[in-house]
Nanobody
Framework: QVQLVESGGGLVQAGGSLKLSCTASVLTFYAMGWFRQTPGKERAFVAAISWSGDGTRYADSVKGRFSISRVNAKNTVFLQINSLKPEDAAVYYC???????????????????WGQGTQVTVSS
Protein backbone atom coordinates (compact mmCIF):
# COMPACT_ATOMS: atom_id res chain seq x y z
CA GLN A 1 0.00 0.00 0.00
CA VAL A 2 1.36 3.41 -0.97
CA GLN A 3 1.39 5.98 1.79
CA LEU A 4 1.76 9.73 1.36
CA VAL A 5 2.44 11.97 4.32
CA GLU A 6 2.27 15.76 4.12
CA SER A 7 3.92 18.12 6.56
CA GLY A 8 4.82 21.76 6.90
CA GLY A 9 1.42 23.37 7.30
CA GLY A 10 0.70 25.92 9.98
CA LEU A 11 -0.45 29.42 10.81
CA VAL A 12 1.24 32.17 8.82
CA GLN A 13 0.60 35.87 8.40
CA ALA A 14 -0.57 37.13 5.04
CA GLY A 15 2.46 37.82 2.90
CA GLY A 16 4.46 35.11 4.58
CA SER A 17 5.84 31.81 3.28
CA LEU A 18 5.58 28.12 3.97
CA LYS A 19 7.17 25.03 2.50
CA LEU A 20 5.04 21.93 2.41
CA SER A 21 6.56 18.48 2.06
CA CYS A 22 5.06 15.22 0.91
CA THR A 23 6.91 11.98 1.44
CA ALA A 24 5.72 8.81 -0.23
CA SER A 25 6.81 5.22 0.00
CA VAL A 26 7.20 5.18 -3.79
CA LEU A 27 6.91 8.15 -6.12
CA THR A 28 9.98 8.08 -8.33
CA PHE A 29 8.26 7.23 -11.62
CA TYR A 30 5.01 9.09 -11.04
CA ALA A 31 3.81 12.61 -11.57
CA MET A 32 2.74 14.26 -8.34
CA GLY A 33 0.19 16.91 -7.57
CA TRP A 34 -0.86 19.29 -4.84
CA PHE A 35 -4.49 20.12 -4.27
CA ARG A 36 -6.33 22.11 -1.64
CA GLN A 37 -9.76 22.08 -0.12
CA THR A 38 -11.83 24.35 2.08
CA PRO A 39 -15.03 23.38 3.90
CA GLY A 40 -17.99 22.99 1.59
CA LYS A 41 -15.91 23.18 -1.59
CA GLU A 42 -14.48 20.60 -3.93
CA ARG A 43 -10.83 19.77 -3.88
CA ALA A 44 -9.02 22.18 -6.20
CA PHE A 45 -5.84 21.81 -8.22
CA VAL A 46 -2.85 23.81 -7.08
CA ALA A 47 0.26 22.46 -8.80
CA ALA A 48 1.68 19.36 -10.45
CA ILE A 49 5.08 18.09 -11.48
CA SER A 50 6.02 15.44 -14.03
CA TRP A 51 7.66 12.19 -13.01
CA SER A 52 11.06 13.51 -14.14
CA GLY A 53 10.62 16.93 -12.60
CA ASP A 54 11.10 18.61 -15.97
CA GLY A 55 7.52 19.76 -16.31
CA THR A 56 5.34 21.73 -13.94
CA ARG A 57 1.92 23.32 -14.07
CA TYR A 58 0.04 25.62 -11.76
CA ALA A 59 -3.42 26.91 -11.12
CA ASP A 60 -3.75 30.49 -12.33
CA SER A 61 -4.43 31.68 -8.80
CA VAL A 62 -1.01 30.58 -7.55
CA LYS A 63 1.26 31.22 -10.53
CA GLY A 64 4.27 33.26 -9.58
CA ARG A 65 3.76 32.59 -5.86
CA PHE A 66 3.89 28.80 -5.53
CA SER A 67 6.63 26.47 -6.69
CA ILE A 68 6.52 22.69 -6.86
CA SER A 69 9.66 20.58 -6.85
CA ARG A 70 10.75 17.04 -6.12
CA VAL A 71 13.71 14.99 -4.97
CA ASN A 72 13.13 11.50 -6.26
CA ALA A 73 16.05 10.05 -4.34
CA LYS A 74 14.21 11.03 -1.18
CA ASN A 75 10.72 10.17 -2.44
CA THR A 76 9.69 13.70 -1.55
CA VAL A 77 7.74 16.45 -3.26
CA PHE A 78 7.70 20.05 -2.06
CA LEU A 79 5.38 22.99 -2.43
CA GLN A 80 6.97 26.35 -1.70
CA ILE A 81 4.28 28.90 -0.94
CA ASN A 82 5.19 32.57 -0.99
CA SER A 83 3.21 35.78 -0.63
CA LEU A 84 0.42 33.97 1.16
CA LYS A 85 -3.05 35.41 0.83
CA PRO A 86 -6.07 34.76 3.09
CA GLU A 87 -7.70 32.86 0.23
CA ASP A 88 -4.80 30.37 0.25
CA ALA A 89 -6.00 29.02 3.60
CA ALA A 90 -7.06 25.40 3.12
CA VAL A 91 -6.14 21.82 3.77
CA TYR A 92 -3.42 20.94 1.29
CA TYR A 93 -3.17 17.41 -0.09
CA CYS A 94 -0.50 15.75 -2.16
CA UNK A 95 -1.39 12.99 -4.55
CA UNK A 96 0.34 10.47 -6.78
CA UNK A 97 -0.65 10.04 -10.42
CA UNK A 98 -2.06 6.64 -11.19
CA UNK A 99 0.24 6.07 -14.20
CA UNK A 100 4.01 5.71 -14.35
CA UNK A 101 6.10 8.12 -16.43
CA UNK A 102 3.24 10.56 -16.31
CA UNK A 103 3.11 14.30 -16.78
CA UNK A 104 1.49 16.62 -14.28
CA UNK A 105 -2.29 16.74 -14.34
CA UNK A 106 -4.85 19.11 -12.88
CA UNK A 107 -7.54 16.44 -12.82
CA UNK A 108 -8.18 14.73 -9.49
CA UNK A 109 -9.33 11.60 -11.35
CA UNK A 110 -5.76 11.08 -12.60
CA UNK A 111 -4.53 10.48 -9.05
CA UNK A 112 -5.07 7.34 -7.05
CA UNK A 113 -3.18 7.86 -3.80
CA TRP A 114 -3.68 10.80 -1.50
CA GLY A 115 -2.17 12.00 1.72
CA GLN A 116 -4.14 12.94 4.81
CA GLY A 117 -3.65 16.66 4.26
CA THR A 118 -1.93 19.46 6.11
CA GLN A 119 -3.71 22.62 7.25
CA VAL A 120 -2.54 26.02 6.11
CA THR A 121 -4.05 28.94 7.98
CA VAL A 122 -3.43 32.53 6.96
CA SER A 123 -3.96 35.44 9.34
CA SER A 124 -4.63 38.87 7.88
Amino acid sequence: QVQLVESGGGLVQAGGSLKLSCTASVLTFYAMGWFRQTPGKERAFVAAISWSGDGTRYADSVKGRFSISRVNAKNTVFLQINSLKPEDAAVYYCARNRRTYSEGSANTADYDYWGQGTQVTVSS
